[in-house]
C-alpha cells in the first residue's frame, strides 16, 4: 500500500462555505480537516485564488493564482460561466507546488470517507503499448465520466470525457495532464453562438465547444497521439472506439463506492443517476470490460472473476438505482440520510 508520506494532497479550486442540506458552513476547511485527518503525514495544498479568504483552513501549502475568468455558455442562464481555465490554472499550480511523487487531487466540496482507493492503484497490469501514455493508469472518478446521455431514441456520444472532480496518480502524469494550453476566451464558451450544433445535440442551450472534462481529456491525449475532436459530440475520426481505447490504457475510473468522495455542494450519489445518464456513464464495470477488450488482458482465473464483477456490480446498481430513487423521490430521504451521517463526522 502507498504510504501517506508518498502523496500531496492538492485542494484545488475557491474556498467555499456554504454546502447542501446545512452539512457544514465552513465547507472547504472541513474538507481539509478530514483529509489531514485521513492522510496525516501527507502534503496537503490548497490551491486557490488571489484575494480568498483562507483563515482557518489547514494546509502545509498555500498557492494563490490569478483568476483567469469564466465566460458564459449557456443561453438559458448566462449567470452559468464555463470555469475551464480556472480548473487548469489552479490545478496545474497545486500539481508544480507538490514535493512527493504521488498526487491526490480533489475539489474543493468533496468529502472523502475512505482512501481504500489507494488499494486499485496499479493493480491492473495490462496495457496496449500503442495507446499507453502515463507512468500508471490515474485513478478517476466516475461521477461525470460519461460515454454519453442516452434518450429513449439514441445515445449522444461524448468521446474523451473524464471527470475532472478527483484523480490520483504520478505527480509527472497528473502534471502532464494538466499541462495543456488555456481556452480561447470567448470563442470556445460561445463556440456555437455563430455555428449549428448537430442534429443529435441534446442541449442545444449549451454554446461551449465542449465542457471542461473533454477539453482537459482530449488535450492531454493530443500531446501524445493523433486525437481530432472539434466539439463535444464529434464522432468523427474513429472517436467513439479510439475514446474508449485511450481511456482503458490511461486511466481507471472508480465508482463512488470505491472512490468514496461526496461533494458537500450537491450530495451527488452516482446511485440516484438519472435516466440521461444512468445507462452510460463510465462505470468501474463499464471501464474493467472495456479494459479486457482493448488492452491484451490474457486470459487466467483472475480475469473470470474480472468478468463476473462486471455483470454482478450492473445487476447491483441497476436495483439499487431504481429502489434508491424512489425512496428519494419524494423528499430527498437518501441525500438527507447521507447529509445528517457526514454532519455528524465533522
Not at 93 to 117: P, Q
Not at 218 to 234: A, C, G, I, W
Request: net charge positive; hydrophobic share 40%; charged share 25%.
Amino acid at each position: 500500500m502507498i504510504q501517506d508520506g508518498e502523496i500531496s494532497i492538492v485542494v484545488q479550486g475557491p474556498v467555499l462555505r456554504e454546502s447542501s442540506f446545512n452539512i457544514t458552513s465552513e465547507t472547504t476547511r472541513v474538507i481539509c480537516a478530514r483529509l489531514k485527518k485521513l492522510f496525516p503525514k501527507s502534503e496537503l495544498i490548497l490551491s486557490t485564488w488571489e484575494g480568498e479568504d483562507v483563515g482557518g483552513i489547514l494546509f502545509d501549502k498555500l498557492i494563490l493564482s490569478k483568476d483567469p475568468g469564466a465566460i458564459w455558455f449557456n443561453y438559458e442562464n448566462y449567470n452559468l460561466l464555463n470555469n475551464c481555465n480556472r480548473l487548469i490554472v489552479s490545478t496545474k499550480a497545486g500539481i508544480e507546488a507538490a514535493s512527493n511523487k504521488y498526487v491526490f487531487k480533489v475539489r474543493s466540496d468533496l468529502f472523502l470517507m475512505s482512501k481504500s482507493f489507494l488499494k486499485y492503484f496499479d493493480k491492473f497490469s495490462f496495457y496496449d503499448a500503442n495507446y499507453k501514455h502515463v507512468k500508471s493508469r490515474i485513478i478517476s472518478f466516475s461521477i461525470f465520466s460519461i460515454k454519453g446521455h442516452k434518450t429513449s431514441l439514441f445515445t449522444m456520444e461524448r468521446p474523451y470525457h473524464i471527470s475532472d472532480w478527483a484523480y490520483f496518480g504520478y505527480k509527472e502524469d497528473l502534471l502532464d495532464l494538466y499541462s495543456i494550453p488555456l481556452t480561447q476566451e470567448p470563442e470556445f464558451s460561445q463556440w456555437f453562438l455563430k455555428r449549428c450544433k448537430p442534429f443529435f445535440d441534446i442541449e442545444p442551450w449549451r454554446l461551449w465547444k465542449m465542457p471542461p472534462e473533454q477539453y482537459v481529456t482530449s488535450s492531454f491525449l493530443k500531446k501524445h497521439t493523433r486525437v481530432q475532436l472539434e466539439h463535444t459530440t464529434d464522432l468523427s475520426n474513429n472517436n467513439v472506439e479510439n475514446s474508449a481505447r485511450l481511456l482503458a490504457n490511461n486511466f481507471l475510473v472508480l465508482d463512488q463506492t470505491q472512490f468514496s468522495c461526496i461533494s458537500l455542494k450537491y450530495v451527488t450519489l452516482q446511485f440516484l443517476f438519472d435516466d440521461l445518464i444512468k445507462d452510460s456513464a463510465i462505470f468501474y464495470e463499464t471501464w474493467l470490460k472495456d479494459y479486457h477488450k482493448f488492452c491484451n488482458v490474457c486470459w487466467n482465473v483472475k480475469k473470470l472473476g474480472e468478468k463476473m464483477q462486471i455483470v454482478g456490480r450492473r445487476f447491483f446498481y441497476i436495483f439499487l438505482n431504481r429502489t434508491l430513487t424512489i425512496i428519494n423521490k419524494k423528499n430527498k430521504l437518501i441525500q438527507r440520510v447521507l447529509a445528517n451521517f457526514i454532519h455528524k463526522l465533522i
